[in-house]
């Protein structure tokens, strides 16, 4: 029997919404039929259309989130309900509802944290143009930076233990929310995994609240911003890298110079090296600094975490 029938396990659906009324329906019901202990949870953000009736008819519980985003629903859905495991998912009917099963046997068998559901394209209408390219580039991002392999960062498909989402502090409000909740599992050295699901089109009617240069920059913004304030020794010291490299170029010539004639003529030039080194010397120190910092935040985060009890262990 699988491990999401047990009653000693209990499964929270969560599905931000808005204006998906063409799929919502679908989704709840897929996710009611392949999870019948399960409660559905619809949060609709202050959609146009019946997006609302529409989940409501299909079964699910139906709450509302007035602040715009992605990443407020989520936040909103986390501190809301109470489950043993949570699966997280996007209402677009996009996602193989029927690996959720699988994903959950698995989270509570290994006593993991996070499985992500690594999108399998069925068909070649399932990614926009620009979006598999951005995926690629800013998972590449997140694996130079965190040092870690993670096949498909931006999947909005994602089964979570209890102690994952109650020791989660997020920030984004927007698509950076799956990216957040990535490098959290990285950076608190959770037990996570990976699995492959089919990823599909969207069903007529249905239409990406995705932009992909607009959400593409956010995310890549979000990106730097976990860097400085997770690994803020990498950020600053990069920082400090190429202030010093760019001071020591302006001042080979100067040295040249002063060197064949006795000289200094461009001190304007030399003013500049001299402050871009000093200003390499203050963002390294700032890093090495804040890098003691950030050891402190995350020993407290961790131990709140550790508060928890793995999934399955009930």
């Known amino acids: 029997m699988s491990v999401s029938n047990k009653p000693a396990t209990t499964v929270a659906v969560l599905v931000p919404c808005y204006n998906e009324a063409a799929a919502i329906g679908k989704v709840v019901a897929d996710f009611r039929r392949l999870l019948p202990r399960a409660r559905v949870y619809v949060y609709d953000n202050n959609s146009t259309d019946d997006t609302a009736d529409a989940a409501a008819r299909a079964g699910a519980i139906v709450r509302t989130e007035r602040q ?20 997280l998912v996007d209402g677009d009917d996009t996602y193989e509802a029927a690996a959720a099963p699988r994903m959950i046997e698995r989270l509570v068998l290994d006593r993991l944290d996070m499985i ?29 930076i965190f040092g870690a392999d993670v096949g498909d960062m931006l999947s909005g498909y994602r089964v979570l233990s209890r102690r994952f989402v109650k020791s989660f502090p997020t920030q984004a409000t927007g698509f950076g929310i799956e990216t957040e ?21 969207r069903p007529a009617g249905s239409v990406s609240k995705l932009n992909t240069y607009r959400d593409g920059f956010r995310i890549l913004f979000l990106i730097l911003t976990l860097a400085k304030e997770e690994r803020p020794l990498l950020f600053f010291g990069l920082i400090a890298l190429v202030l010093a490299l760019t001071s020591i170029g302006l001042s080979i010539p100067i040295v040249i110079t002063y060197l064949q004639t006795g000289l200094v003529p461009r001190f304007p030039t030399l003013i500049a090296a001299s402050a871009m080194m000093l200003a390499a010397f203050l963002s390294f120190f700032s890093g090495l600094i804040l890098d003691t910092v950030t050891r402190g935040r995350w020993e407290t985060k961790r131990l709140a975490y550790l508060q928890l009890p793995p999934p399955g262990s009930t």
């Open 68 to 87: 715009q985003g992605k990443g407020n629903v989520v936040r909103r859905m986390f501190a809301d309900i109470d489950a043993d495991v949570y699966v």
């Open 116 to 144: 992500t559901g690594v999108r399998h394209e069925v068909a070649k209408e399932a990614y926009r143009r620009g979006h598999r390219f951005g995926n690629w580039m800013l998972t590449s991002l997140v694996r130079w």
């Open 181 to 201: 909740m990535t490098v959290h599992g990285l950076e608190m050295l959770m037990p996570l995994a990976e699995m492959q699901t089919d990823y599909k089109e």
